[in-house]
């Protein structure tokens, strides 16, 4: 396979921006075409040739009915690129306001201003940025941080394959019988038969029976912090509330350790696209947004240990002080934040459990969307999370259907997202719908899925290749002791949602705080939380106040 295309159509402003895009030839094939008709034929023959387009500039120089038909011709012929408009600064203002509503839903990536000379870094970041999310999500990876090496892509090659996604390392799935499986195992001959290996560039290989072990060999083990020490502040969840708390603590000079059972960025990590965060004009990755935080976090001293769950939290044997339990070891700390978050509610359906891992997947699944290019899709959920997954989804699949049991979508989702599903030809919503039934092919991958009217009770059968379940909110804080109130739905209990009768001198918490002193709680776990990204990030910043306060009390 060739080097990805950037096509930049331009029938007056060619040369501009052949000048501007020079610096992108050495890693990319960048086509120069005058008109809708010669991209769109581009298109076709770059993909016919087995060659992937990465980026399509279109300047809005063009006629506006033919500038629209190039906008949807190429996500037609390329639904997987990105795309960019440019305009020239004499027709910025206008242009700002037409594409307005186009930007907003997805119809294209971004407008920009078109470079005014050399060296426009503002402009080639926005550039930068739409390539490297890309390259994230659709484009194969050019060099592997990581190598699976399985006979067979089941279940847990693919779990591996999603988590490190999620934690932003490219990675890929190799035959033992392959070149590059062949000379992993002669590195772990011991290993042949014990699948999947994994080999890192950092030097190590050896057998992996479950996401921890790969948690593990990447980042190390909690018991690993010095017994003697009592840090500040542990944070259990590095979702964006725990992350949040993190960069602030450890920032002011407060010792801070983060625990996350699976990847950073929790659910928000496997959101393809979040696009109302303040700051990111043209969207950010989950994956994107918290490995940020999480350098940031690092650079101003938090430690970080993946894939171990807090298992339990106890007083230490003199009482001054919190010990958090995980199986990999105990972390002694003055301040407790909660920030677990939430996991996706079951769907229920034993036949469809038995398949989870071929077919079905709780979760965005970002790696396994592009598994299924010409498929059909099934997303299952009425929040931004399902929104996002079922866009993304549709840059690979034939068609996608978002299945929701409310008649509406506004009640769960963010308008924007709403627009951009609407627009989008390849995403179908049906409201008042269950699934309630699905079944394997011959090999065992999911093959077809039976939904039901909820109202009526009429069911029907459709193919589907892959079902993505996002439903509603399951609070991961079965390992806290009983002293931390919840309400009947199982959310940490803070502040004032705190019943009179357990305030203390007739005062209640703190504003996070928990029923246990010491213990705070932040983001989707707690009771009351908006269960927005931005949200979440706000609390975690704003507990390590009430932190400091316990602290100097």
């Given at each position: 396979?060739?080097?990805p295309?950037?096509v930049i159509?331009s ?14 030839e ?12 010669m ?11 087995g060659h992937q387009?990465a980026l ?10 033919k500038l ?10 390329v ?10 600064v004499s027709?910025f ?14 119809k ?16 080639h970041?926005?550039v930068?940025?739409l ?9 194969t990876?050019?060099?592997e941080?990581?190598r699976?090496i ?12 999603d988590?490190?996604?999620r934690v932003g ?7 033992p019988?392959?070149?590059v499986g062949r000379?992993?195992m ?8 014990h ?15 479950d996401v ?12 690993e912090i010095?017994?003697d020490?009592v840090v ?6 590095a979702?964006?509330?725990?992350l949040?708390?993190?960069v ?31 700051g ?19 650079r101003?001293?938090?430690r970080f240990f ?10 230490c044997?003199?009482?001054d002080h919190?010990?958090?339990h995980?199986?990999?070891?105990d972390?002694h ?6 920030s677990?978050g ?5 769907l229920?359906?034993e036949?469809?459990?038995d398949l989870?891992g ?15 290019a010409?498929d ?9 999370s ?7 989804a549709?840059r690979f ?13 506004r ?8 627009d951009?599903i609407e ?12 699934v ?8 065992g991958?999911?093959a077809w899925?039976?939904?039901e009217?909820?109202d ?11 079902l ?11 390992w806290?002791?009983p ?21 203390v001198?007739?005062?209640p ?11 705070f ?6 009771a009351?939380?908006?269960?927005r990204?931005?949200s979440?990030?706000?609390e975690?910043a704003?507990v390590v106040?009430?932190v400091h ?5």
């Open positions: 396979m060739g080097a295309a950037i159509a029938t007056h402003h060619a040369a501009e921006l052949g000048e501007a895009f020079a610096r992108y050495r890693e990319y094939d960048v086509r120069h075409v005058s008109d809708e008709v991209a769109k034929a581009t298109a076709k023959e770059l993909v016919h040739s387009v399509f500039v279109v300047d809005s120089d063009h006629d506006r009915d629209v038909g190039l906008i949807n011709g190429t996500r037609q012929a639904p997987t690129s990105r795309r960019l408009i440019v305009t020239h027709r203002r206008e242009d700002n306001q037409t594409f307005r509503h186009a930007v907003a839903a997805g294209v990536d971004a407008l920009l201003l078109m470079p005014q000379g050399p060296r426009d870094e503002e402009f970041l926005a930068g940025e390539l490297n999310e890309w390259n994230a999500t659709v484009a990876p050019v060099v941080s990581v699976i399985t006979p067979e892509k089941d279940a847990l090659a693919r779990d591996l394959l988590y490190l996604a390392m490219p990675a890929g799935v190799h035959h019988d392959s070149e000379r992993v002669a590195t772990c001959p011991d290993e042949v038969g699948w999947p290996v994994v080999s890192s560039l950092a030097g190590w290989s050896g057998h992996c029976p921890r072990s790969l948690a593990i060999r990447l980042y190390g083990r909690p018991d010095d017994v020490q500040d502040l542990v944070v259990v969840g979702g964006p509330a725990g949040a708390a993190s602030y603590a450890s920032s002011e000079g407060l010792s801070t350790v983060c625990l996350e059972a699976e990847a950073i960025g929790g659910q928000a990590g496997t959101s393809s696209m979040i696009r109302n965060y303040l990111f004009p043209r969207g950010i990755s989950g994956m994107r947004l918290a490995q940020r935080a999480r350098g940031q976090a690092l101003f001293g938090t993946t894939g171990w769950p807090a298992t339990g939290i106890s007083p044997a003199d009482g919190h010990v958090v995980t199986d990999g070891g972390v700390a003055r301040t407790v934040l909660v677990t939430v996991d996706y509610r079951r229920g359906v036949s469809l459990e989870v071929r077919g079905v997947y709780y979760g965005a699944a970002m790696a396994a969307a592009r598994e299924l010409g059909h899709v099934v997303v299952v959920g009425g929040g931004n399902a929104g996002q997954a079922a866009v993304h549709a699949a034939s068609a996608v259907t978002l299945v929701v049991r409310r008649p509406d979508l009640e769960t989702m963010s308008s924007y997202l709403i951009e627009w989008n030809p390849r995403v179908t919503v049906r409201t008042c719908t269950r309630v039934d699905g079944g394997p092919d011959d090999v991958q999911l899925l039976d939904v009217d909820v009526s009770g009429a069911r029907e059968r459709v193919e589907a290749r892959g993505f379940l996002l439903l509603g909110a399951s609070p991961e804080c079965g806290l002791p002293t931390v109130l919840r309400d009947d739905r199982g959310f940490v209990l803070t502040g004032r949602d705190v019943g009179s009768e357990h305030w001198d007739g005062v918490p703190a504003e996070l705080a928990t029923t246990l002193p010491g213990v709680a932040g983001g989707d776990i707690r009351g939380s908006m269960k990204v931005a979440a990030t706000g975690g704003s106040a009430s306060a316990w602290l100097g009390r």
